[in-house]
Each structure stands twice: as structure tokens, then as C-alpha cells.
């Protein structure tokens, strides 16, 4: 089945302990992103890569990392996590544009979200 | 950052009626998509659009892109209580943009 994988689908922890997010995806997908989902502000993009060894920054990276060393896996890494950081995530894939420049036109697929709790 | 807004925010309707809810942004995109989240899900792609003025229909949903590319529409026909969710629009910009996603609209169909 074509998914996207996240885990842990629930975490607490707290604060100041470094902790990874898995994303992984199955579907050969070029383009992969984070997103952070709280009310009233929606879902906003944290980074994004175009392909294995390209990231890049979204509307709010500020202390997330993000890895893509393979083409299938995405880990999100909060060093310090702190408070603020308590969200829903989603991380996302999508095979890409029908065109060189229009961006990932096929849509993407969400992975299950992981609900994240900073104590 | 391209801002997209949805209207309305909240819709509570009944069974049968039809509806439609907008998502207009000041910025031109070159695709915008519309999504349907579930609590505790991930949202799910209904729909794609590229080209300006393009209408494309998914049984009772109808999903339109503004000439200008810089506005959408997504019309229900008929809702029943399945369609009850959150409906997001999401835009691209191309190249290495990600997507920027709307507020979304919180739909209610009451039996």
C-alpha cells in the first residue's frame, strides 16, 4: 500500500530533550515536508526537500532539523524542544511537478501525524 | 509567503443543501489543490487544478480555479453528512516552493 509512515503517532516529553520524528515513504516520491497543524493558525510548512541532500526552509524552522539522506526518509529532529513546539506534525510526500518549475503539482500524501506534547 | 484565505471559516448546513466554500489569495499560483481532513488525520487530496479556469467535478464535489489563478471554489451539491470535515486549499508557487495552505473550512452536514 502507498503510504507515508510517521512515528510515534503520540509523544510527551520534555523540555530540552532531543527527539527525532521518522517519516518514511514508499512511493519513490522526489519531494518531502514538514508541516505543524495548530488552531487557528493551520497547517504551516517547517522544511521541505526536493530530493536526497536538498532542504530547505519553510514559514517556521526555527528549532527543527531535517535530514534527507535517503530518498524515502525525512526525520524531523527538535534538539531543544521546548513548549511552543507542543503540535500536531504531518509530514508529506509528492512525486513532484508535470513541469520542470511548477511545483509538487500531483499534490501530496499525508502521512497519520504525530501528536506532540512539550512539557 | 503566499497567504491564502478560505471563506467561510466555519459552515453548519443540512442534508441535501448545497454549498460552496472560496479560497482567494493575492498571489498567482501555478496549481492549487483542495484537501479533506478528518480529526486526528492527515489531510487527503481531493483535487488538482493548473490552468486557469479549469473545472474539474468529483461526483457531487465541483472544484474551480479562477482565470487569473490567484482564487478557487469548491461547490457541493446535495451534502450529506459523509461531507461533514475540514476542506483545505493549498497553492503552489513552483520550482522549490512547497505548499502554502489556507485555514481551511470547517463543514458540518446535520442529518
Known amino acids: 500500500e502507498a503510504q507515508v509512515t510517521q512515528n510515534p503517532r503520540y509523544l510527551i516529553t520534555v523540555t530540552g530533550k532531543k527527539l527525532t520524528v521518522t517519516c518514511s515513504q514508499n512511493m519513490n516520491h522526489e519531494y518531502m515536508s514538514w508541516y505543524r497543524q495548530d488552531p487557528g493558525l493551520g497547517l504551516r510548512q517547517i522544511y521541505y526537500s526536493m530530493n536526497v541532500e536538498v532542504t530547505d526552509k519553510g514559514d517556521v524552522p526555527e528549532g527543527y532539523k531535517v535530514s534527507r539522506k535517503e530518498k524515502r526518509n525525512f526525520p524531523l529532529i527538535l534538539e531543544s524542544p521546548s513548549p511552543n513546539q507542543t503540535s500536531l506534525y504531518f509530514c508529506a510526500s509528492s512525486l513532484g511537478g508535470t513541469n520542470p518549475g511548477v511545483g509538487p503539482t500531483y499534490g501530496y500524501t499525508f502521512g497519520s501525524g504525530t501528536r506532540l506534547t512539550v512539557v | 509567503t503566499q497567504l491564502l484565505e478560505q471563506s467561510p471559516q466555519f459552515l453548519s448546513i443540512q442534508e441535501g443543501e448545497n454549498l460552496t466554500v472560496y479560497c482567494n489569495s493575492s498571489?498567482?499560483?501555478?496549481?492549487l489543490q483542495w484537501y479533506r481532513q478528518e480529526p486526528g488525520e492527515g489531510p487527503v487530496l481531493l483535487v488538482t487544478v493548473v490552468t486557469g479556469g479549469e473545472v474539474k467535478k468529483l461526483k457531487r464535489l465541483t472544484f474551480q480555479f479562477g482565470d487569473a489563478r490567484k482564487d478557487s471554489s469548491l461547490h457541493i451539491t446535495a451534502a450529506q453528512p459523509g461531507d461533514t470535515g475540514l476542506y483545505l486549499c493549498?497553492?503552489?508557487?513552483?520550482?522549490?516552493?512547497?505548499?502554502?495552505f489556507g485555514k481551511g473550512t470547517h463543514l458540518i452536514i446535520q442529518p
Open positions: 498571489s498567482v499560483f501555478s496549481s
Open positions: 493549498a497553492g503552489a508557487v513552483g520550482g522549490a516552493d512547497g505548499l502554502t
